[in-house]
């Protein structure tokens, strides 16, 4: 048990509806009106049926018959606060190790996503105002942790980016004499004179990597400071003292998490699911459908938004079956997550590339190169796009009632 107070220190900058902070776990709604059918209830054959849990059998016939709602919750919600406890002692007996401290960082934040989604997507079966307490300060903790990985992550993409724009930049060969005369090598001078893209790319590719790797450490770094200090704050104490009593003891309204497991819990599972296909329809499908499509090349953050909330409602569909049926995880359910988290990294890596880009006196060549890899990460964000959609609506574009595919 750590040091501090038996609960969770009280925010005053969060709605009173729940927390809309870094785990993404907010209650705005995000429905289409008038979308078709086929899309709000997702791909054919859907990615989760939540009556149906094992392939269509019986709810009462999987692992919920014969079990109460609040036995499967709290069972749940046990597991996941041991994982965050043990996580907790791995990240300080690390010490100085920092793959065990980056290994144990991910852990800790993976329970604490786990424990605040269920707390949302169960959110009626909950002691309401002690779950959305917690869940707001696992949000708290959840973000600070992401920052630094996300710092790092970020600079070993724009790097790498930067690296294989340039491999492709090679500079047309140059005269090796000079000084004679001749129709050939007024040609060549020509020629030497004439706007070289490829060429400035490769000039200002170096100092924008210098650019980029001075601004992201600085921002890993500032990060790393403050993870250690939200570490040891008492609000974390708190945090961990909340956690550790729900290892042992899960809040549940009884009245309610008392009924039958296979009767209480699939629908607000399939609620959830709800809100991510409802999400997905306000999603332009059919324009992502299409390969080069370019939609995504335009650096306006808004566009970027209903892709991002999709991401979190896909997270809260996944572990809303993990509670139900925690040894069948739905595959396509996690290659769509994959595919948004590369659109989500694909365009803050964008963002940092573009805000390089305004830094004050520049070099042209500088500028340049820049630009250059905003627009390449543009074109991943489109990709990113193009993949979920084939994983959401296998098939052709825009027809999502033919054949389920691989996706």
């Given at each position: 048990?750590?040091?501090?107070?038996?609960?969770?220190?009280?925010?005053?900058?969060?709605?009173?509806?729940?927390?809309?902070?870094?785990?993404?776990?907010?209650?705005?709604?995000?429905?289409?009106p008038?979308?078709?059918?086929?899309?709000?209830?997702?791909?054919?054959?859907?990615?989760?049926?939540?009556?149906?849990?094992?392939?269509?059998?019986?709810?009462?016939?999987?692992?919920?018959?014969?079990?109460?709602?609040?036995?499967?919750?709290?069972?749940?919600?046990?597991?996941?606060?041991?994982?965050?406890?043990?996580?907790?002692?791995?990240?300080?007996?690390?010490?100085?190790?920092?793959?065990?401290?980056?290994?144990?960082?991910?852990?800790?934040?993976?329970?604490?996503?786990?424990?605040?989604a269920?707390?949302?997507?169960?959110?009626?079966?909950?002691?309401?105002?002690?779950?959305?307490?917690?869940?707001?300060?696992?949000?708290?903790?959840?973000?600070?942790?992401?920052?630094?990985?996300?710092?790092?992550?970020?600079?070993?993409?724009?790097?790498?980016?930067?690296?294989?724009?340039?491999?492709?930049?090679?500079?047309?060969?140059?005269?090796?004499?000079?000084?004679?005369?001749?129709?050939?090598?007024?040609?060549?001078?020509?020629?030497?004179?004439?706007?070289?893209?490829?060429?400035?790319?490769?000039?200002?590719?170096?100092?924008?990597?210098?650019?980029?790797?001075?601004?992201?450490?600085?921002?890993?770094?500032?990060?790393?400071?403050?993870?250690?200090?939200?570490?040891?704050?008492?609000?974390?104490?708190?945090?961990?003292?909340?956690?550790?009593?729900?290892?042992?003891?899960?809040?549940?309204?009884?009245?309610a998490?008392?009924?039958?497991?296979?009767?209480?819990?699939?629908?607000?599972?399939?609620?959830?699911?709800?809100?991510?296909?409802?999400?997905?329809?306000?999603?332009?499908?059919?324009?992502?459908?299409?390969?080069?499509?370019?939609?995504?090349?335009a650096?306006?953050?808004?566009q970027?938004?209903?892709?991002?909330?999709?991401?979190?409602?896909?997270?809260?569909?996944?572990?809303?079956?993990?509670?139900?049926?925690?040894?069948?995880?739905?595959?396509?359910?996690?290659?769509?997550?994959?595919?948004?988290?590369?659109?989500?990294?694909?365009?803050?890596?964008?963002?940092?590339?573009?805000?390089?880009?305004?830094?004050?006196?520049?070099?042209?060549?500088?500028a340049?190169?820049?630009?250059?890899?905003?627009?390449?990460?543009?074109?991943?964000?489109?990709a990113?796009?193009?993949?979920?959609?084939?994983?959401?609506?296998p098939?052709?574009?825009?027809?999502?009632?033919?054949?389920?595919?691989?996706?």
């Open positions: 048990m750590t040091r501090g107070g038996a609960g969770v220190a009280q925010r005053h900058d969060q709605p009173a509806g729940g927390p809309a902070g870094p785990t993404g776990i907010g209650y705005e709604p995000a429905g289409a008038g979308a078709r059918a086929a899309v709000v209830d997702g791909p054919p054959g859907g990615p989760y049926d939540p009556h149906g849990l094992l392939d269509g059998q019986n709810p009462a016939d999987g692992p919920l018959g014969g079990r109460t709602a609040g036995e499967v919750l709290a069972a749940y919600l046990h597991r996941q606060s041991g994982d965050f406890l043990r996580s907790l002692r791995l990240h300080r007996e690390s010490g100085s190790d920092a793959e065990g401290t980056g290994e144990a960082t991910w852990q800790l934040r993976r329970a604490a996503r786990r424990i605040s269920t707390l949302h997507t169960f959110r009626p079966l909950t002691e309401e105002s002690w779950a959305d307490q917690l869940r707001s300060e696992l949000g708290w903790l959840s973000g600070t942790l992401a920052r630094e990985e996300a710092c790092t992550a970020r600079r070993e993409r724009l790097m790498t980016a930067l690296a294989r724009l340039t491999g492709r930049a090679e500079r047309a060969d140059r005269p090796a004499r000079g000084a004679a005369t001749g129709r050939g090598d007024r040609t060549a001078v020509a020629k030497a004179a004439e706007p070289d893209p490829e060429g400035a790319l490769a000039a200002g590719a170096a100092r924008a990597g210098a650019l980029l790797d001075r601004q992201l450490t600085l921002a890993r770094t500032r990060a790393h400071s403050t993870a250690l200090q939200a570490l040891g704050s008492s609000r974390f104490h708190a945090l961990a003292d909340s956690v550790a009593v729900l290892a042992s003891e899960a809040p549940l309204a009884r009245t998490a008392d009924g039958p497991a296979a009767e209480v819990l699939p629908p607000l599972a399939e609620h959830a699911h709800r809100r991510l296909a409802e999400a997905v329809a306000a999603l332009p499908l059919s324009r992502a459908g299409h390969p080069y499509n370019a939609d995504a090349l650096a306006d953050h808004r970027d938004a209903p892709w991002h909330q999709a991401r979190m409602l896909v997270r809260l569909s996944r572990y809303a079956q993990e509670v139900l049926v925690p040894e069948q995880g739905d595959p396509r359910l996690v290659e769509a997550s994959r595919a948004l988290e590369r659109h989500r990294d694909a365009a803050e890596a964008a963002a940092a590339a573009a805000a390089a880009a305004r830094t004050p006196r520049i070099a042209p060549a500088t340049y190169a820049l630009g250059v890899l905003h627009a390449d990460q543009r074109h991943e964000v489109e990113a796009r193009f993949a979920f959609g084939r994983v959401w609506l098939g052709p574009a825009g027809e999502p009632g033919r054949g389920r595919g691989q996706g």
